[in-house]
């Protein structure tokens, strides 16, 4: 265990003197400069925002409304870039340092692969989370400073959001096994990009009534449970809207009609435990 907490705290370390680390700090505060820019202007006038001139929706359900999208919106922000902070710590975590002649002297004595594994995966998961985390709570922040509202619930999407990096994490370190780096990137990104298709398609076809795109967007949120998770984050922002608000909240790209389950957490859960024995059980068996 001593072992795998040396490899952890070098991953912390690598990740503030990699210049990726730079960069993602970089796009966060250029986003968070935007993000408060448009939270002012949303709360400034909401009556401004009404459809038509018959109040289809009045000015406190356009601020119900923008109290739960903000959040959604930053929960998205939130997860990209932890996404591409997990896929940088990690991309080259296992063939990348093979190719490189760093693995081979650790993994021999007296560093095992597993213990070598662990450290990688809780080194990038203490990083990825606590910088998620705290985006996600200056994003709630922001949003309460400018409207004097929180969203429905704050605890459980942070949750959530945390589980879905600890995934994308694990899936990248599998990746590292098999593939070099730069084919690593690609497919952990196309694969975060298919999560999102399938979240699109799970408010379409929530909004149309479509059953298969709905069976087809379950079984892409099963297949990548991190899309999951993070629909259950943005469904538990504006959980106690009702009515049209609530109707309109869905609809939107930062909301989610599909609410988390216990089940599906230990689904998620079960899914991160295969991807770690398969992590393992190929890392042991691959000539380095």
Known sequence: MTATVIIARHVVQESVRRRVF???????????????????????????????????????????????????L????????????????????VRGDAERGLL????VRPLGRAEFLLGRFVGAVAVCVTYLTALYATVVVIVHQAGGHWPDHLVGP?????AAITILVAMSLLGSVFLSAT????????????????????????ALGAQ????????????????????????ALGSNQTGLTRVLVNLGPFG???????????????????????AIV???RRDI
């Open 22 to 72: 730079l960069v993602v700090f970089l796009l966060t505060m250029l986003f968070l400069g935007l993000f408060i820019l448009a939270t002012v202007k949303a709360f400034a006038a909401p009556e401004q925002f009404a459809i038509g001139n018959g109040n289809p929706i009045n000015a406190g359900q356009v601020t119900s409304i923008t109290t739960v999208t903000l959040p959604g």
């Open 74 to 93: 930053g929960a998205f922000a939130s997860l990209f870039l932890a996404t591409v902070l997990a896929i940088f710590l990690t991309l080259g975590a």
């Open 104 to 107: 081979q002297p650790l993994v």
């Open 158 to 162: 942070a949750l959530a959001l945390g």
């Open 183 to 206: 084919a690593n990137g690609i497919a952990m990104f196309m694969l975060y990009g298919a999560g999102l298709v399938s979240g699109l398609l799970a408010s379409i076809a929530a």
């Open 212 to 235: 298969t795109l709905q069976t087809i967007a379950h079984d892409m949120a099963v297949a990548l449970p991190f899309e999951g998770l993070y629909q259950a984050a943005l469904h």
């Open 256 to 278: 989610a009609s599909t609410p988390g389950s216990i089940s599906f957490d230990l689904w998620a859960m079960g899914y991160l435990v295969i991807l770690a024995v398969v």
């Open 282 to 284: 190929a890392f042991e």
